[in-house]
């Protein structure tokens, strides 16, 4: 999926990889997470055991990412939702959140 900035800025919603993570303790260490960077080990194991992961990306750059569990019928829980500095304020967050929830339903994780 995709979420269109302006005419010719697209930035792309994507499920999460395994070598993602370490642009996400990047961006976790700018935001100051530093729980979750000094942590590693177990930040990583609580992506490897999220069933609710994705990405933000801005040619090929991680820009942004949502991590969550689910009990796949009702409940949604998300654990860290988080922006890059250098691309807030425009309304990504916003409409990151609404393309999420359209991905999570179409894969019957809510309904």
Known sequence: MKIQLTEQKTIAIRMYRKND????????Q????????????????????????YVLEDEERIIGYVRGLTDENVTLYICELLIAKDYRGIGLGRQFWIMYARCIRKQGLIY
Do not use: M
């Open 30 to 53: 700018e935001e100051d997470w530093n729980n979750l960077v000094q942590n590693e080990g177990t930040t990583r194991a609580a992506w490897d055991h999220s069933n609710v992961r």
């Open 21 to 28: 993570f370490s642009s996400i303790q990047l961006l976790n």
